[in-house]
């Protein structure tokens, strides 16, 4: 068994009961966030400049704005009812349908919730996605090209 796949089923094992920090869930995330994470389509809405490249600034830039469109009552934090939303309301249009289905489990607000609040302010979703992309930006240079971006579909 090699050393990666130790240490990613130990995240995926203390993750399903209960004992992921936000920073191993940024690296794990779930299976299903993950894939819809790493789709074209959602590095698409990201590329803000459409150079096929997503920056920091970028990737940053675009997860305020999702938490801004989640934030309905707009007093800087979501709560339950924001996170899941309301029946018929529950896309954020920002993301891809499955990226928002996969966004707004509670699985999900409970990985960003830094301070164990049940709530996620915009600091922790942010540093919550600035963590991802961390992960993904394999050489550092502080942006994603589509490989850095599929990496995790294909197995890299």
Request: hydrophobic share 35%.
């Amino acid at each position: 068994m090699t050393t990666q796949f130790k240490n990613t089923a130990i995240a995926a094992l203390l993750a399903t009961i209960g004992f992921a920090t936000p920073a191993l869930a940024a690296m794990v995330g779930t299976g299903g966030y993950n894939t819809e994470l790493h789709k074209m389509e959602m590095m698409k809405m990201l590329d803000a400049n459409g150079d096929h490249m997503v920056t920091h600034e970028e990737f940053t830039t675009h997860y305020g704005q999702i938490f801004d469109e989640l934030d309905t009552n707009h007093d800087g934090v979501l709560d339950t009812k924001e996170w899941v939303g309301v029946k018929g309301h529950e896309q954020v249009s920002l993301t891809t349908g499955g990226y928002s289905r996969e966004l707004r489990k509670m699985g999900m607000m409970k990985a960003m919730d830094a301070d164990g609040d049940h709530k996620v302010s915009k600091d922790e979703f942010v540093q919550f996605h600035q963590k991802i992309f961390t992960t993904m930006d394999k050489n550092s240079d502080q942006q994603l090209d589509p490989q850095e971006w599929l990496a995790k579909q294909v197995g890299n």
